[in-house]
C-alpha cells in the first residue's frame, strides 16, 4: 500500500471553535484486524451454500463496511451464506485482535472525556460481542450495528443516530474510517471525516474520496482528536 507522504489538515468545513467533543469509529479495519477472521468465515460459508470452487473474497473486501446482506445482493450471492458466516464470526472472534495502539488510543480518548460510539457494518449483537470479548466495549457510549438503522452507511443514519445518543452535535464530531462508505456517512451527517490507513484496504480510492484528515498511525489519531478544533 502507497501511503502520502505527508498528513493533510482539515479543509473546509465549519470555522473553528470548541475542540472535538465525539468521535464515532468504524469497526473492522479501523480498530480491529479481523481481515483474516472474516476470509475465513467467507470461505466457509461460500463452500456450504454455493459449493465448491474458489470462494470471492477480493470482491467481498472491496465492498467492506457495508451490511453483509447489502453485500450479497451486490455480489449476486445467496442471503443464505449469512448464517455460517455469523457462526464461523462468533466461533473465530477470539482470534481478532486490535491493531497496535488501538487500546491505548481509547483510553486514552476516554480519559479525556471525549464520548465515543461505533457504527459498524456488522450486525450490532456481534459488534459489542467482540468488543466486550476484547475488554473495550465499556470505553464507548453505544455500539450501533447496520441491523439497528433504517439504512445502513453510505447512508448517514448510522452516524446521526450515535451523535443523537451521545448527545452530540455533528459540527462537534469526528467520524472515523477506512472505507469509502465511512466518509460519505460522516459527510452527509455533517461531521468532520478522518480517514485511516493502517488497515489492507484500498488506500487510492480512500484518499480520493477527500477525507477532512487522514491518519496513518492510532497515535496520529489521537493527536489530532485531542489538539483540532472543530
Request: with cysteine; net charge negative; aromatic share 6%.
Given at each position: 500500500?502507497t501511503?502520502?507522504?505527508?498528513?493533510?489538515?482539515?479543509?473546509?468545513g465549519?470555522?473553528?471553535g470548541?475542540?472535538?467533543?465525539?468521535?464515532?469509529?468504524?469497526?473492522?479495519?479501523v480498530l480491529?484486524?479481523?481481515?483474516?477472521?472474516m476470509?475465513?468465515?467467507?470461505?466457509i460459508?461460500y463452500?456450504?451454500?454455493?459449493?465448491d470452487?474458489p470462494?470471492?473474497?477480493?470482491?467481498?473486501?472491496?465492498?467492506?463496511?457495508r451490511?453483509?446482506?447489502?453485500?450479497?445482493?451486490?455480489?449476486?450471492?445467496p442471503?443464505?451464506?449469512?448464517?455460517?458466516f455469523?457462526?464461523?464470526?462468533?466461533?473465530?472472534?477470539?482470534?481478532?485482535?486490535?491493531?497496535?495502539?488501538?487500546?491505548?488510543l481509547?483510553?486514552?480518548l476516554?480519559?479525556?472525556?471525549?464520548r465515543?460510539?461505533?457504527?459498524?457494518?456488522?450486525?450490532?449483537?456481534?459488534?459489542?460481542s467482540?468488543?466486550?470479548l476484547?475488554g473495550?466495549?465499556?470505553?464507548?457510549?453505544?455500539?450501533i450495528?447496520?441491523?439497528?438503522?433504517?439504512?445502513?452507511k453510505p447512508?448517514?443514519?448510522?452516524v446521526?443516530?450515535?451523535l443523537?445518543?451521545l448527545?452530540?452535535?455533528?459540527?462537534?464530531?469526528?467520524?472515523?474510517?477506512?472505507?469509502v462508505?465511512?466518509?460519505?456517512?460522516?459527510?452527509?451527517a455533517?461531521?468532520?471525516?478522518?480517514?485511516?490507513?493502517?488497515?489492507?484496504?484500498?488506500?487510492?480510492?480512500?484518499?480520493?474520496?477527500?477525507p477532512d484528515?487522514v491518519?496513518?498511525?492510532?497515535?496520529?489519531?489521537?493527536?489530532?482528536?485531542l489538539?483540532?478544533?472543530?
Amino acid at each position: 500500500m502507497t501511503l502520502p507522504t505527508s498528513t493533510p489538515t482539515v479543509a473546509g468545513g465549519p470555522p473553528a471553535g470548541r475542540p472535538v467533543q465525539a468521535v464515532v469509529f468504524d469497526l473492522d479495519g479501523v480498530l480491529v484486524d479481523s481481515s483474516a477472521v472474516m476470509r475465513e468465515a467467507f470461505d466457509i460459508a461460500y463452500a456450504e451454500v454455493v459449493g465448491d470452487g474458489p470462494a470471492p473474497f477480493e470482491e467481498y473486501n472491496r465492498h467492506m463496511g457495508r451490511y453483509f446482506p447489502d453485500i450479497m445482493r451486490l455480489m449476486g450471492l445467496p442471503l443464505e451464506m449469512e448464517e455460517p458466516f455469523v457462526r464461523e464470526s462468533y466461533r473465530l472472534a477470539p482470534q481478532v485482535p486490535l491493531f497496535p495502539g488501538v487500546r491505548e488510543l481509547l483510553h486514552s480518548l476516554h480519559g479525556q472525556g471525549v464520548r465515543m460510539a461505533i457504527a459498524t457494518g456488522k450486525s450490532g449483537p456481534r459488534a459489542r460481542s467482540l468488543l466486550e470479548l476484547l475488554g473495550v466495549l465499556h470505553l464507548f457510549g453505544h455500539v450501533i450495528g447496520s441491523d439497528e438503522v433504517p439504512r445502513p452507511k453510505p447512508a448517514p443514519d448510522i452516524v446521526l443516530h450515535a451523535l443523537d445518543l451521545l448527545g452530540v452535535p455533528a459540527e462537534r464530531a469526528l467520524m472515523v474510517g477506512d472505507a469509502v462508505i465511512d466518509l460519505a456517512s460522516g459527510r452527509d451527517a455533517g461531521t468532520t471525516t478522518v480517514a485511516t490507513t493502517w488497515h489492507e484496504g484500498d488506500c487510492a480510492a480512500l484518499l480520493a474520496a477527500g477525507p477532512d484528515f487522514v491518519a496513518h498511525t492510532p497515535r496520529e489519531l489521537l493527536t489530532y482528536c485531542l489538539a483540532v478544533e472543530v
